[in-house]
């Protein structure tokens, strides 16, 4: 795993914030993972109704050319594809009997579909 520094992360735009409720709840989740090494990767691929859809999982491996960044002590990785899909997203995270779980509010989706993790 490559370590975090300011000439990998550069000058390249944030692709995607994490509340401080998605912040904690992830920091929750590695903690019971045990992810010292682990960082949530957010991504995005082709599929879904819409046409792409969001992937979020804990990684361990870091490309050199990945966007690291820091979230309240969660270290959040994207691929350079993906970054400009997620350019400006935010993440966020709702615990309540409705439309619990991780929700993405991406200002560059023109169209999305009924189930939130699809998009165009």
Do not use: W
């Not at 692709?15 to 992830?26: E, G, H, I, Q």
């Amino acid at each position: 795993m490559t370590s975090m520094t300011s000439v990998r992360i550069g000058k390249r735009p944030n692709p995607v914030t994490l509340s401080d409720t998605a912040a904690a709840k992830v920091a929750s989740l590695l903690e019971q993972e045990g992810g010292d090494s682990l960082a949530l990767r957010v991504a995005v691929r082709p599929g879904g109704c819409s046409g792409y859809s969001y992937e979020m999982f804990f990684d361990s491996e870091i490309a050199d050319n990945d966007i690291v960044r820091d979230h309240n002590g969660v270290k959040v990785v994207v691929d350079p594809a993906s970054a400009e899909l997620l350019s400006g997203s935010t993440l966020d995270y709702t615990d309540g009997l409705q439309d619990a779980g991780f929700h993405i509010s991406n200002p560059n989706a023109t169209r999305t579909c009924g189930c939130g993790s699809s998009f165009s």
